[in-house]
């Protein structure tokens, strides 16, 4: 149970509320917004996540010890990072207007296709990970780091262009993998 991927997991669950706390608006007395140094030790420690995210999968399936607690916890870890990121990037107005849509669009995706694979995993149908999904999951971890980084280095304003094309490129190819695994889940209902 205790092993190194899953230990691994676990401290990006763990993360989320230190992630939370760095970025959250009024922490400091007399501030509304966090400083810049707090989104410099956001981005260490988002980046430093998503390090993990790919060396537990890795570990696990080199050395063997991919476990069913792993498996089960892995997804929640994503959905829990993705989700928070996204809310308090919105809510600290790093992502506003209409980039809220593209956002919420990757935060409904994120449900709903939870949902899915647990109504499909009743079934005993699996839906394997695609490579547009990894795809859209590389978009969103650049486009959340960026907006993160962005709020270290306000002067350097292409760093939010970059989050914010990248958020738009994350929510487009969230809108075509979460249709196809819609389409398969149809098939299996009633």
Not at 56 to 81: C, E, H, N, Q
Not at 134 to 151: C, D, E, S
């Given at each position: ?7 691994l997991?676990l ?8 992630l ?61 990072m ?105 098939k299996?209902?009633?």
């Amino acid at each position: 149970m205790l092993s190194l991927p899953n230990i691994l997991t676990l401290s990006r669950i763990l993360a989320v509320p230190i992630l939370l706390f760095l970025l959250w608006p009024g922490v400091r007395v007399g501030s509304h917004q966090p400083l810049a140094i707090d989104y410099a030790l956001a981005f260490g420690l988002y980046c430093l996540m998503g390090i993990t995210d790919y060396f537990d999968g890795y570990v696990a399936r080199s050395r063997g010890t991919v476990s069913r607690l792993g498996a089960f916890l892995d997804p929640i870890a994503d959905k829990i990072m993705i989700a928070a990121v996204i809310l308090l990037l919105v809510f600290t107005r790093d992502i506003d207007g209409y980039h809220v849509i593209a956002a919420l669009v990757i935060l409904l995706r994120e449900i709903i296709v939870s949902g899915l694979r647990e109504f499909l995993a009743t079934l005993q149908v699996s839906m394997p990970v695609t490579q547009l999904a990894k795809w859209k999951t590389t978009f969103q971890l650049v486009a959340f780091g960026a907006l993160i980084l962005a709020g270290a280095l306000p002067a350097m304003a292409w760093i939010k262009t970059v989050g914010l094309a990248s958020l738009w490129g994350a929510a487009v190819l969230t809108l075509i993998t979460g249709w196809d695994y819609l389409r398969v889940g149809l098939k299996h209902m009633d």
